[in-house]
């Protein structure tokens, strides 16, 4: 479930979104995030996520910010 908080707070995008997405109700993903349950099918939940490239760099950079070795 630590994927899916940090898909959906990194990404700017809401439960209601992601539940959209995988064909479940919203209240099913809200339940997931809050760990009041587990997914039924983490298959489909995994393969949502999967579908999504993984960021290799450290999140999002401030403006004007300019990477330096």
């Known amino acids: 479930m630590e994927r899916l908080r940090e898909f959906v707070r990194f990404n700017y995008v809401t439960a209601a979104e992601v539940a959209r997405e995988i064909g479940v ?3 099913t993903v ?4 809050l760990g009041q349950a587990r997914p039924a099918e983490p ?3 995994a393969a949502f996520l999967d579908s999504f490239p993984r960021e290799n760099g450290s999140g999002i950079a401030p403006t004007g910010y300019e990477y330096r070795e």
């Not at 809200?30 to 995030?33: E, K, N, P, Q």
């Open 43 to 45: 298959e489909l939940l």
């Open 30 to 33: 809200y339940s997931w995030l």
């Open 25 to 27: 109700h919203d209240s």
